[in-house]
């Protein structure tokens, strides 16, 4: 089992950056492969990115690509979202999430079996 701990999240201006972490406890992170989700008010969750156990993997939601980067360190059982560009769209509480081995959706919550408590991203226009 792991705990997911999300921090990095505030206000920011349009065109502004910002960097998510998400600290995992246990010695196995390297076990889980990870995903950073978000959701809006009144919208449902939605995947940002996802990489494999050693990073080498990475998935991205659309139309995020090049603003957004997920990265990870094991050594420091950590996750990062490098967030550049923000718009107000990108707006919503973000989750971190974790699921053991490579295999399986990355896109969907449901292929996710640990989650954090969520960081809020508020970007003004």
């Known amino acids: 089992q792991v705990q997911l701990v999300e921090s990095g999240g505030g206000l920011v201006q349009a065109g502004g950056s910002l960097r998510l972490s998400c600290a995992a406890s246990?010695?196995?992170?390297?076990?889980?492969?990870m995903g950073w989700f978000r959701q809006a008010p009144g919208k449902e969750r939605e995947f940002v990115a996802g990489?494999?156990?050693?990073?080498?993997?990475?998935y991205y939601g659309d139309s995020l690509k090049g603003r957004f980067t997920i990265s990870r360190d094991n050594a420091k059982n950590t996750v990062y979202l490098q967030m550049n560009s923000l718009k107000p769209e990108d707006t919503g509480v973000y989750y971190c999430?974790?699921?053991?081995?490579?295999?399986?959706?990355?896109?969907?919550?449901?292929?996710?079996?640990?989650w954090g408590q969520g960081t809020q991203v508020t970007v003004s226009s």
């Open positions: 999430a974790a699921k053991a081995g490579d295999s399986g959706t990355y896109y969907y919550i449901w292929g996710y079996a640990y």
């Open positions: 246990g010695r196995t992170f390297s076990s889980y492969s």
């Open positions: 990489l494999t156990r050693n990073g080498l993997n990475i």
